[in-house]
Nanobody, 123 residues
Framework: QVQLVESGGGLVQAGGSLRLSCAASGRTFSTYVMGWFRQASGKEREFVAAISWRGGSTNYADSVKGRFAISRDNAKNTVYLQMNSLKPEDTAVYYC????????????????WGQGTQVTVSS
């Protein structure tokens, strides 16, 4: 497992942008698939985006395609989520997560989680 700490959340107006960061500890970061998930109040945690260990493959939820971009810097043990054209429905706590093996979208397959960072989009 790796330890994960998210940052970069905040309050933004609709149409604005935020960039989330997730700093990981552990020498094996570069071998993990990294994902971003979110959980809105009263709803289940859902997949947002994921990136392969080399960064060559990515996957996005349909709701964020074309607006969000996931990237990683293995030299800095950090994964990012650039969020553009934000909408009020993007309001949620955003979590960074890690898993060994292949790129997947299922919450239960990720075994390391950060504490989450709040993103609030006002209309």
């Amino acid at each position: 497992q790796v330890q994960l700490v998210e940052s970069g959340g905040g309050l933004v107006q609709a149409g604005g942008s935020l960039r989330l960061s997730c700093a990981a500890s552990g020498r094996t970061f570069s071998t993990y698939v990294m994902g971003w998930f979110r959980q809105a109040s009263g709803k289940e945690r859902e997949f947002v985006a994921a990136i392969s260990w080399r960064g060559g493959s990515t996957n996005y939820a349909d709701s964020v395609k074309g607006r969000f971009a996931i990237s990683r810097d293995n030299a800095k043990n950090t994964v990012y989520l650039q969020m553009n054209s934000l909408k009020p429905e993007d309001t949620a706590v955003y979590y960074c997560a890690a898993k060994p093996g292949g790129l997947r979208t299922v919450v239960a397959l990720y075994d390391s989680w950060g504490q989450g960072t709040q993103v609030t989009v006002s209309s």
